[in-house]
């Protein structure tokens, strides 16, 4: 649930420019952002509008993630799970400890979202498989 009060706009942008900066240097998960980012700069504002508006309620961000992500290729469990303990790295080092459990949940509820959406569209008749937790 949003909460306007939770953190102030430069504690997201420094969590979510550290974070993509880790993803950055990550040696699984920077080929595939490489690959499909032509400009970081931009995709760093509209990653700080997303969690902006997820966090504080903001509404800045609009678009679709999920058709997005379903039409990378050759994604799977580990590198959904590899984003995840980043996240995890990044958020605990955070100031805010409010904040940094906040979007840790919603980061958990994100990527088990499109992870399960990814494999449903590339193979509806296969049962999705869950994320295996931390």
Same mark, same amino acid.
């Given at each position: @649930? *949003?909460?306007?009060?939770?953190?102030?706009?430069?504690?997201?942008? +420094?969590?979510? #420019?550290?974070?993509? /900066?880790?993803?950055? =240097?990550?040696? @699984?998960?920077?080929?595939?952002?490489? &690959? #499909?980012?032509?400009?970081? $700069?931009?995709?760093?504002?509209?990653?700080?509008?997303?969690?902006?508006?997820?966090?504080?309620?903001?509404?800045?961000?609009?678009?679709? $993630?999920?058709?997005?992500?379903? /039409?990378?290729?050759?994604?799977?469990? +580990?590198?959904?799970?590899?984003?995840?303990?980043?996240? #995890?790295?990044?958020?605990?080092?955070?100031?805010?400890?409010? @904040?940094?459990? =906040?979007?840790?949940?919603? &980061?958990?509820?994100?990527?088990?979202?499109?992870? @399960?959406?990814?494999?449903?569209? #590339? +193979? *509806?008749?296969?049962?999705?498989?869950?994320?295996?937790?931390?």
């Amino acid at each position: @649930m *949003p909460d306007p009060a939770l953190c102030t706009e430069e504690e997201i942008t +420094q969590l979510i #420019h550290t974070f993509y /900066a880790r993803v950055q =240097q990550d040696a @699984m998960l920077s080929p595939i952002f490489d &690959a #499909h980012v032509d400009d970081w $700069p931009s995709h760093l504002v509209k990653m700080v509008d997303f969690w902006s508006s997820i966090l504080l309620g903001t509404n800045r961000f609009n678009g679709t $993630p999920m058709p997005k992500h379903i /039409a990378l290729p050759d994604l799977n469990a +580990q590198l959904f799970q590899q984003w995840l303990k980043l996240f #995890h790295q990044t958020a605990a080092e955070q100031s805010n400890q409010a @904040m940094a459990e =906040q979007a840790c949940v919603m &980061a958990d509820r994100i990527a088990r979202s499109l992870w @399960m959406g990814y494999q449903i569209s #590339h +193979q *509806p008749d296969v049962m999705p498989e869950g994320l295996a937790h931390g």
